[in-house]
């Protein structure tokens, strides 16, 4: 089938050329728009119990609507927030910010006499601007808004919120993508052109990602506009699609200038390549795009919308080298090799040895790994599971404001208002109480108001807020139960009007019939592990006899409803992933050791690069040379990203170096031959595409933002051991050790991959093919030498 499909491209590459260029063409003004379109968001789990606060809290309290946070501070030191002067200079900055359409009030000590708006030291304040527009729909109003503060000499306003936020961190994934980019595209040119020795032939990996990457941002924009996608698509997306798009092209180019050297035809070479390493890109973009979407199995979109991104790069990429490219080849010929700089870097002393001498020192090193397999197996083994260790001391938080650069206004201003002022005013823990009878009644206020002190009393709260938190404005005791429920009662006129005030702003606040809402602060920020931690707590204090159901929602609510949802899906993530990914390798050796092998060398790579996510990120090793502040977690999402991105790449050099290994051990039988030449035939491949693979994600460790540079980081790390410790050592060693039973399957399995034909098979005008039962004889059941 590949086979035909590469001679059906080369009978119409022209055709085939062009098309594709359209394509591309058409996608690059959608691509452009892409970073508008993503999200900061995408925490929130929509079956959690968080969720369901959330849209209750909207639907009947009203809330829903968006707002910026305004902080005030002024230049002179030891200024006073609550003074006359101080006050003056925000109501002049928001003068023109009140009678805006877009603003909904304006809320801040000014209006409320409440210190929970000034800073803990005195010297700034914050006012919150509420907005009757969603968050979404905020963001194109940050300019705007901006643009009415008009603060005095002497005093300065930032804003931060979601609207803030989101278009700062759009900003800042562009400018780290530009980074990256311009740092990883000259490294990875010349990593290629000392791979190909040839500058035409190192351009074509290259022009192909310069197609698959736009395509696949114009294919996200268009899903963005469907479906939440979190603002970390862009970052990854290029990142994989540098990556996978540089890696497709380079297997097949090799392969291509293999078949020319061989002195074959440029039709004949086309369609040997795209028959063999095409089949090769397609099987592996199959166990990436697989890999990728385990992601699909969570319900939160930062999570989900990474599977469903990654899945549209992979897409791209191979489209792009089993159409443009063996067309481009095509129509290049022998031309491939045109601009040759083998003299050169033999000159500089880098290059220009024969392939057939770096082939024999590839050789060499799978022979010595084979004759002493336990020496070579037991050591590697023992150094990875070290390596991996520190995973065991993984604690994960959802991100906030704070893993942003310092410097950015929206960060800085979040972290003043997490730092500065009192601890979690701006994130209370909500709590809904749902009452058996009417919320102001005596018995039921008595309930309340009792689980609300016990809600105080939970480690992590500092206190709870609500509506029958009543004092006596003479003597400053509290009221009892029964007390409020009549200042509740009483009819309108009856109270003293401070009071009747009071008793009024808290019904709407706080009451909705058989509704209470309670505000729970805790100091403790909702990011971290610690915060999170309280929310289990606050579930578990029993209610009282006139409550029929609690539900806990906030920020922490949010960010430990995200964990547990995670935590539940993911054995069926990684379950359905590994198992998919193991079934397309059987289908393509018709083995059932290789997929085995295959699964637990790939976890083997993964522990080691999860465990240095760890121990640099969660624990901060490394921060000053990586120009990161540690945060003492790590970012939730990240290890599961990070498995369903490499499980798919470590597919990726596991079918090119097998497929070699295959069709040797089918035209030879001879186990450890197959294993050596395989490996002396991809090894030089292999070792360019990983370092690409690393230069690539490298890059990305330069970003600000410590979610992409942390899986950045780990990724690197991934690939570097995956390509040398798995694939040079332990590959062979193993393979050893199990000889013929590498490619042997039961019976029905066995035939079942016979017929359905996806085995590698080496061009027939290189000989007979050898089976268990003699040449180009058919699979039976049994073990090896049947």
């Known amino acids: 089938m590949f086979s035909r499909w590469g001679a059906f491209v080369y009978r119409r590459r022209r055709i085939v050329l062009l098309v594709m260029l359209i394509v591309a063409a058409g996608a690059a003004p959608l691509a452009a728009g892409t970073s508008s379109q993503l999200s900061a968001g995408g925490w929130l789990d929509k079956d959690s119990e968080s969720a369901t606060v959330a849209r209750r809290l909207e639907s009947e309290f009203g809330g829903g609507q968006s707002a910026f946070l305004a902080l005030f501070r002024a230049d002179a030191p030891g200024a006073d927030a609550r003074g006359p002067d101080f006050q003056a200079a925000i109501a002049t900055t928001l003068a023109n910010v009140a009678p805006d359409s877009r603003v909904s009030a304006l809320t801040g000590y000014a209006e409320t006499r409440d210190d929970r708006f000034i800073s803990v030291a005195g010297d700034a304040a914050y006012v919150v601007i509420g907005l009757n527009m969603t968050d979404d729909q905020s963001v194109e109003a940050v300019d705007g808004i901006q643009a009415l503060l008009a603060p005095p000499a002497g005093y300065e306003v930032s804003l931060t919120g979601f609207g803030p936020i989101q278009k700062d961190s759009a900003a800042l994934s562009e400018k780290d993508l530009v980074r990256a980019e311009t740092v990883s595209l000259p490294i990875a040119a010349l990593v290629l052109i000392l791979v190909f020795a040839s500058i035409v032939a190192a351009g074509m990996p290259l022009v192909v990602a310069g197609l698959a990457i736009p395509t696949s941002l114009a294919i996200i924009n268009l899903l963005a506009r469907q479906t939440e996608m979190s603002i970390y698509v862009l970052n990854i997306a290029t990142m994989l699609g540098l990556a996978l798009a540089i890696d497709y092209s380079l297997f097949i180019t090799s392969r291509f200038r293999e078949e020319l050297g061989k002195g074959r035809s440029t039709?004949?070479?086309?369609?040997?390549?795209?028959?063999?390493?095409?089949?090769?890109?397609?099987?592996?973009?199959?166990a990436v795009a697989i890999g990728l979407s385990g992601l699909l199995w969570f319900q939160a979109s930062a999570l989900s919308s990474i599977g469903l991104a990654g899945a549209v790069v992979v897409l791209c990429s191979v489209m792009f080298s089993l159409t443009f490219l063996p067309a481009l080849l095509s129509i290049l010929g022998p031309r491939v090799n045109a601009l040759s700089t083998r003299g050169l870097l033999r000159r500089i002393g880098v290059g220009g040895r024969e392939t057939k001498s770096r082939g024999s020192?590839?050789?060499?090193?799978?022979?010595?790994?084979m004759r002493r397999p336990f020496a070579v197996l037991i050591p590697v083994l023992a150094a990875l599971f070290v390596a991996g260790s520190p995973f065991f001391r993984l604690q994960q938080g959802v991100p906030d404001a704070s893993i942003f650069p310092a410097g950015l206004p929206s960060r800085d201003a979040w972290v003043a208002l997490m730092d500065e002022f009192r601890p979690g005013e701006t994130s209370p823990i909500t709590i809904l109480v749902d009452t058996k009878a009417r919320a102001t009644?005596?018995?039921?206020?008595?309930?309340?108001?009792d689980y609300s002190t016990a809600i105080a009393g939970v480690e992590g709260i500092d206190r709870v807020e609500g509506p029958f938190a009543l004092t006596d404005p003479s003597t400053g005791a509290a009221f009892t139960a029964d007390?409020?429920?009549?200042?509740?009662?009483?009819?309108?006129?009856?109270l003293p009007p401070q009071l009747e005030a009071a008793v009024t702003a808290l019904r709407s606040t706080y009451i909705r019939d058989g509704l209470v809402r309670l505000d729970a602060i805790s100091p403790l920020a909702p990011a971290i592990p610690a915060g999170t931690a309280v929310i289990p707590r606050v579930r578990a204090v029993p209610t009282g006899d006139g409550i029929s159901k609690i539900q806990v929602g906030g920020v922490a609510a949010i960010s430990e409803d995200f964990l547990l949802s995670q935590n539940e899906r993911m054995p069926w993530a990684i379950g359905t992933t590994l198992l998919a990914s193991a079934i397309i390798l059987f289908l393509l050796f018709g083995s059932l050791a290789i997929p085995l092998k295959a699964v637990v060398m790939t976890l083997l790579s993964l522990s080691a690069s999860f465990g240095a996510l760890v121990w640099i990120f969660q624990e901060g090793n490394l921060?000053?040379?990586?120009?990161?502040?540690?945060?003492?977690?790590?970012?939730?999402?990240?290890?599961?990203?990070?498995?369903?991105?490499?499980?798919?790449?470590?597919?990726?050099?596991?079918?090119?170096?097998?497929?070699?290994?295959?069709?040797?051990?089918?035209?030879?039988?001879?186990?450890?031959?197959?294993v050596a030449e395989g490996l002396a035939r991809t090894a030089g491949v292999i070792t360019g595409a990983a370092m690409i693979m690393v230069v690539v994600f490298g890059a990305f460790a330069l970003a600000d933002v410590i979610t992409i540079k942390s899986i950045g980081v780990g990724m690197s790390i991934a690939v570097l051991i995956d390509a040398t410790v798995v694939r040079v050592l332990l590959v062979p060693a193993t393979m050893r050790l199990l000889g013929q039973w590498n490619w042997w399957a039961p019976g029905i399995l066995g035939r079942l991959a016979d017929r359905l034909g996806f085995s590698h098979v080496e061009d027939a005008d290189e000989g007979p093919t050898w089976s268990p039962s003699g040449p180009a004889g058919d699979r039976r059941a049994g073990g090896p030498g049947q």
């Open 267 to 286: 039709e004949r070479a086309v369609t040997i390549a795209v028959g063999t390493a095409g089949k090769a890109v397609m099987f592996s973009g199959i």
């Open 361 to 369: 020192r590839w050789e060499r090193v799978a022979h010595a790994v």
């Open 441 to 449: 009644d005596a018995a039921t206020i008595q309930s309340v108001m």
């Open 483 to 494: 007390q409020v429920a009549q200042l509740y009662a009483a009819p309108a006129g009856s």
């Open 623 to 674: 921060h000053e040379f990586l120009a990161f502040d540690p945060i003492g977690f790590t970012i939730a999402g990240n290890p599961i990203i990070m498995f369903a991105v490499l499980i798919g790449l470590s597919m990726d050099y596991e079918v090119l170096l097998l497929s070699r290994i295959q069709e040797s051990y089918r035209r030879t039988g001879d186990n450890t031959a197959a």
